[in-house]
């Protein structure tokens, strides 16, 4: 059964830091590509970045050079370093097995300003 599970969101003033977990099982997570979305209220889900198997990075533009993303395919975790966080990226964050419906429950990312 896959499972995914999302920790590390809560609330952070602006300019702070947040680093997300993605505890991935029932997959070979080396063999996936892997990706981190978010989505505000009121609006659409959108893909932060994605990461291949082979560990090529596809960021959006309004998080480049902020936020980052890695993977320990041995421990099965997909990790988001989110830097010099601004007020606009609070949302519920999600991992998911990119190009499959398996997505995790989403945790919250609040940053005030």
């Known amino acids: 059964q896959v499972q995914l599970v999302e920790s590390g969101g809560g609330l952070v003033q602006a300019g702070g830091s947040l680093r997300l977990s993605c505890a991935a099982s029932g997959i070979i997570l080396s063999l996936n590509a892997m990706g981190w979305y978010r989505q505000a209220p009121g609006k659409e889900r959108e893909l932060v970045v994605g990461?291949?198997?082979?560990?090529?990075?596809n960021y959006a533009n309004s998080v480049k050079g902020r936020f980052t993303i890695s993977r320990d395919n041995a421990k099965k975790m997909v990790y988001l370093q989110m830097n010099s966080l601004k007020p606009e990226d609070t949302a519920v964050y999600y991992c998911?097995?990119?190009?499959?419906?398996?997505w995790g429950q989403g945790t919250q990312v609040t940053v005030s300003s």
């Open positions: 990461i291949t198997s082979g560990g090529s990075t």
């Open positions: 998911r097995i990119l190009g499959t419906p398996y």
